[in-house]
């Protein structure tokens, strides 16, 4: 079964619990399909992604540097070395973020990255979140591998989100972020579709542990990952998730999971 086009899928949770690698693996089994368009966003500024994908980034070159570099634009006015008069903020942001947006084999990359110095980035964040929702119009598949935590919940991008995967590690912390993130998710102006909890390193005898608090939330568990030797050595020796093999526990939940979640 397909989704229709043009989806946005967002990966949050507490950090640590492997949102990173629930992502490249979606990312992954997307890509093995060679039949989609898809645009990867790695929207932690910690910038992990590209590490699991083996593709170097020049940290000053990420969407937050273009911000700084629009924000000490404008403070410069239109005197030399500022914004000329006769150029839109929002033209002038749109080609910076292109000029970060790194086509890859089967798909497209923009890395966040962390914005820099003093100040408020308010309208280049607002420019650049306008901007990111326009580009994600082009692809099938937009996958957000989201920052720790909350805040982002309050500050997502205008698009709305399809489907949500809360992934959460078998500790009280990761499973009341999880709840955290759903409440907020219900106070967000952003429309939310289908949201999922994915267990991630669960033992078999802690699985109905997290059975049971998805009741109690009113979630549903769509999937658990299993702890996966093969996915921790390509880690520990920095190679790309995206040479697994086929056959990797891992990759063969996540690919249940999509089905599950109607991606397949």
């Not at 079964?1 to 693996?25: C, Y």
């Not at 990312?27 to 500024?45: F, G, N, Q, S």
């Not at 003093?118 to 929702?133: F, H, K, Q, S, V």
């Given at each position: 079964?397909?989704?229709?086009?043009?989806?946005?899928?967002?990966?949050?949770?507490?950090?640590?619990?492997?949102?990173?690698?629930?992502?490249?693996?979606l990312?992954?089994?997307?890509?093995?399909?060679?039949?989609?368009?898809?645009?990867?966003?790695?929207?932690?500024?910690d910038?992990?992604?590209?590490?699991?994908?083996?593709?170097?980034?020049?940290?000053?070159?990420?969407?937050?540097?273009?911000?700084?570099?629009?924000?000490?634009?404008?403070?410069?006015?239109?005197?030399?070395?500022?914004?000329?008069?006769?150029?839109?903020?929002?033209?002038?942001m749109?080609?910076?973020?292109?000029?970060?947006?790194?086509?890859?084999?089967?798909?497209?990359?923009?890395?966040?990255?962390?914005?820099?110095g003093?100040?408020?980035?308010?309208?280049?964040?607002?420019?650049?979140?306008?901007?990111?929702?326009t580009?994600?119009?082009?692809?099938?598949?937009?996958?957000?591998?989201?920052?720790?935590?909350?805040?982002?919940?309050?500050?997502?991008?205008?698009?709305?989100?399809?489907i949500?995967?809360?992934?959460?590690?078998?500790?009280?912390?990761?499973?009341?972020t999880?709840?955290?993130?759903?409440?907020?998710?219900?106070?967000?102006?952003?429309?939310?579709?289908?949201?999922?909890?994915?267990?991630?390193?669960?033992?078999?005898?802690?699985?109905?542990?997290?059975?049971?608090?998805?009741?109690?939330?009113?979630?549903?568990?769509?999937?658990?990952?299993?702890?996966?030797?093969?996915?921790?050595?390509?880690?520990?020796?920095?190679?790309?998730?995206?040479?697994?093999?086929?056959?990797?526990?891992?990759?063969?939940?996540?690919?249940?999971?999509?089905?599950?979640?109607?991606?397949?």
């Open positions: 079964m397909e989704m229709p086009e043009k989806k946005v899928i967002t990966i949050s949770g507490k950090g640590g619990v492997g949102k990173t690698t629930f992502s490249t693996l990312l992954r089994i997307l890509v093995d399909l060679d039949k989609y368009d898809v645009l990867m966003i790695d929207a932690d500024p910038s992990n992604l590209p590490d699991t994908l083996e593709i170097p980034i020049d940290r000053t070159k990420t969407v937050g540097g273009m911000a700084f570099r629009l924000k000490k634009l404008v403070e410069k006015g239109s005197g030399p070395g500022g914004l000329p008069p006769n150029v839109s903020k929002k033209s002038v749109e080609g910076y973020i292109y000029e970060v947006l790194q086509e890859q084999d089967g798909f497209d990359l923009i890395v966040m990255g962390r914005t820099e003093e100040g408020c980035y308010c309208y280049p964040n607002n420019l650049m979140a306008e901007i990111l929702d580009i994600s119009k082009n692809y099938d598949y937009t996958i957000m591998d989201m920052e720790a935590g909350l805040e982002h919940m309050s500050r997502r991008t205008a698009r709305n989100v399809d949500m995967f809360i992934v959460t590690d078998a500790s009280q912390m990761g499973i009341n999880t709840k955290r993130i759903k409440e907020i998710g219900e106070e967000v102006t952003t429309k939310i579709g289908k949201q999922y909890i994915v267990g991630n390193r669960f033992s078999e005898s802690s699985e109905p542990i997290l059975q049971e608090k998805a009741k109690e939330f009113g979630m549903e568990v769509i999937g658990f990952i299993p702890l996966d030797d093969i996915i921790a050595r390509y880690n520990l020796e920095g190679k790309s998730l995206l040479d697994i093999p086929p056959d990797t526990p891992a990759l063969q939940a996540v690919k249940e999971i999509a089905k599950k979640a109607g991606i397949l």
